[in-house]
């Protein structure tokens, strides 16, 4: 008998999974309680508590290349980073391709799911649903759940003395729309993540005045990078990720400030650069030296029309209050216990897998905080758990799985703070690399360094675009290389409107001289060498030698 798994949400992860449980021959049945599928991409003029919800104007901080399904890239004529609309059309053609709708019960609301009374025997669930229109709950019974109910839908609201006294309006990012309605105000945003960084500078350009307030700093990145090309292609490569952080830490913040100095900006990062202080955000440099946005530190406590600052200073006639702090997580429908979850951290194996389910027949998709796109992480998770689920991929015994989990903990609880943030952070490529030795899809290094030079350079020292992982194992796609070798075509191409002219040639001759630079720079490295070797310090130690 073909074996069924409920899909609760109809998000980027809900859709993943729907269409990995066909790959393995699942039946999937998945409810959504918004009217179409999408999730936070789904866009609504206004916002619910408990729902995703999206200002108008966001883009996607990632670029197209790097944030689309692995098996389904985004057209080449969609833009790198687009707006809200052109993404949602992208999961349109992606439902569309692999025929995922009829599997999706829109306007359906999964109210409690759990155990079977033969769950110990048999692994499977019951599951409470209501249907939004008529108001009527039923029972499904399915062999297992996927979670992808996704984790940033309810605000995080920090307590802040006197905030209760602020006779002017206080809103979350959640809520937060377009400008309308803030004209001319002074505003205060607290919190300088990706949410309160683009709800600042849209302000900045309407209001009085904005102010935001930050308790750690942020380095801020540029969706441009050197030379234009997409941040996220140089940052995310397998090279760099090989060498020690020591080595790429200096590095990195000589690349961060080159543009401007955060520390002359009021930015730079209170603790030292760890990877996960970083903010995407094209204007917040410029609004901060036109002067239409200024940074402060930690607020105090507020007052009834403005804030006390932890450096003493103050702000008064303050209208409106923007609180940019975040999201936490929660899985209202599950009876206690299946997932146990300890302050912000989950006891789930590789964000994944319960520790205390067995047999583990339930998981989750969709928690997790990368540096980086979501998407393929998701995508890479659902395929995971379908293949576990299909009983052909191996999971740990969960006292194995809870062992992992706990050293996970105490790494996170020493190392970082125990934030929600920080409790699902990852690292993209490592992360994406264990989960595909589960299944078997890791790229095969050594097989393209002998077969094909071209492509093993371009998985190594190019962008780690998630068509690595659909070159060989199961799941593999025909297109996967093609679609490697195209990626900087397909990245330039929206934007090739206009011939250019005779200014392409100005730069004829720079890759020489570039060349001819590095040249002169080893041959200088040479000459000191020598010159180290044949009169200074080390003379002595080659002669003992
Ligand atoms: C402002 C903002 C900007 C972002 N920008 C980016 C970006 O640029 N790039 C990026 O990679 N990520 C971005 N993200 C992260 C984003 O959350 C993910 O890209 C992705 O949308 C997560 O998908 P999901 O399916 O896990 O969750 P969601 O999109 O939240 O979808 C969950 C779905 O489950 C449904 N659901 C929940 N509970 C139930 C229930 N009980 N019954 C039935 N249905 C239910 C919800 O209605 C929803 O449709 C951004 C997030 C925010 C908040
Ligand atoms: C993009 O924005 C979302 C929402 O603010 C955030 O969770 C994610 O980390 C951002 N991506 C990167 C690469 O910073
Ligand atoms: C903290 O991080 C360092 C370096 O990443 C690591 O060596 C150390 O073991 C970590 N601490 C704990 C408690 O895991």
Known sequence: MTKTVLVIGAGVSGLASVKHCLDEGMEPICFEKDTDIGGLWNYHDWSKEGDPSLYNSCSINTSKEMTCYSDFP?????????????????????????????????????????KAE???NTGSWITLVKNLNTGTTRKVKTDFVIVCNGHLHTPHMPTFAGLDKFKGKVIHTHDYKDFRGYEGKRILVVGIGNSGSDVAC?????????????????????????????????????????????LMRPMFFNRLNRRYNHANYGLSPNKRFDGSVLTISDDLPNRILLGTINIKCNVKEFTPDGAIFEDGSDLKNIDVVVLATGFIYDFPF???????????FPYLYELVFPTNLSPCTLAVVGLV??????????????????????????????????????????????????????????????????????????????????????????????PATPVQWRLNGPGAWKGAKGAIEKVQEHTYFPMKTRMSGEGEKDGLYEGWIQLFKKICYIILILLFVRYLVVNGFMASFVKSV
């Open 74 to 114: 985004i057209p080449k004529e969609f833009p790198n980073f687009m707006g809200h609309k052109h993404f949602k059309k992208y999961l349109n053609l992606y439902a569309d391709n692999f025929s995922l709708r009829k599997y999706i019960n829109f306007n359906h609301s999964v109210e409690n799911v759990k």
């Open 118 to 120: 033969d769950f110990e």
């Open 202 to 246: 849209e302000l900045s350009r309407h209001a009085e005045h904005v102010y935001m307030s930050s308790r750690r700093g942020t380095y801020v990145i540029q969706r441009a990078a050197d030379h234009g090309v997409p941040f996220d292609h140089l940052a995310l490569n397998r090279f760099s990720m090989k060498l020690p952080w020591s």
């Open 334 to 344: 599950l009876d206690d216990g299946i997932i146990r979850v300890d302050g912000h």
């Open 369 to 462: 905080q990368p540096f980086g796109a979501l998407p393929p992480i998701l995508e890479m998770q659902a395929r995971c758990i379908t293949r576990v689920f299909a009983g052909k991929c191996d999971l740990p015994s969960a006292s194995k799985r809870l062992e992992v989990v706990e050293k996970r903990k105490a790494f996170i609880t020493r190392n970082f703070t125990n934030s929600p943030r920080y409790s699902l952070q990852i690292f993209p490529i490592l992360y994406m690399d264990r989960l595909a030795t589960m299944i078997g899809c890791k790229p095969n290094f050594w097989k393209h360094f002998f077969s094909d030079l071209r492509l093993w350079y371009k998985i190594y020292f190019g």
